[in-house]
């Protein structure tokens, strides 16, 4: 199949499985933001940070089964999630384990750059960050977490509906992501376009047309944001 043509269907068809359960797609979308982005941001809930870790295999289960429900004319019945995951969990933990691992690793690569731009912004107020300043922490978070997302992408929908174990679905979610790895970062990057000039495109026009007050309209963009980037994340789970 040519390339455009099947970034093309992934895009549609994750754009009309959203569309089919918008309320349930923008609630998980806000489930996935408020685990993994807002709690732990909140001060003395960092561990919720450590705790998603753990989850995050359950919840793409979920929300994926979920999708393809729809998309087979079957009704979602959260019995039969937990049916199939039941036998599974001891291997779809492992997944999260791996995770939390590779996570650590991950930090105590970056922890360092982190403390040190930390410590100068301290000592240096007047200085006007750039990109330059943050060149290390991006490359090592390039370097390390596109392996890792690689490895994990598929491996919790590999072990629960096709009964792989945890090495052969790490394997075989690295060989898939490489396989596929040009028409899904377009896909990726589509829909991150599309979600960017929706936000670009709303700002604008009620910036324009309200005569409400700046902090008004700054609440409402804020609050349609919120329900864009809800949407963008559903119809990622929702691609291909």
Not at 123 to 132: A, M, S, V
Not at 156 to 185: D, E, G, N, R, W
Not at 196 to 203: A, D, E, P, R
Request: aromatic fraction near 18%.
């Amino acid at each position: 199949m040519n390339i455009f043509l099947q970034i093309r269907n992934w895009i549609l068809k994750s754009v009309w499985l959203v569309k089919q359960s918008l309320k349930i797609s923008i609630f998980f979308g806000m489930l996935y933001l408020s685990v993994y982005v807002i709690f732990p941001a909140i001060p003395g809930m960092q561990f919720m940070g450590l705790f998603s870790v753990f989850i995050w295999p359950f919840m793409t289960i979920l929300i994926v089964y979920f999708y393809s429900t729809i998309e087979t004319n079957k009704n979602f019945s959260f019995e039969k999630y937990i049916e199939t995951i039941k036998p599974k969990i001891s291997n779809i933990l492992s997944v999260g384990l791996f995770s939390f691992a590779y996570a650590v690793l991950l930090s105590s690569l970056i922890g360092n750059d982190i403390v040190g731009l930390v410590e100068f912004s301290q000592n240096n107020q007047d200085h006007q960050f750039t990109l330059n300043d943050f060149s290390g922490i991006i490359f090592k978070l390039i370097i390390m977490g596109i392996p890792f997302m690689m490895m994990t992408w598929f491996a919790p929908l590999l072990i629960a509906f096709k009964q792989y174990s945890v090495i052969k679905s790490i394997k075989s979610s690295f060989a898939a992501c490489l396989m596929f790895l040009i028409p899904l970062t377009l896909s990726l990057l589509t829909l991150a376009m599309l979600f960017l000039l929706s936000v670009f495109m709303l700002s604008a026009i009620l910036s324009s047309l309200s005569s409400s007050g700046p902090s008004f309209i700054s609440f409402i963009i804020s609050f349609l944001m919120l329900i864009f980037m809800s949407i963008f994340i559903a119809s990622t789970f929702a691609l291909g």
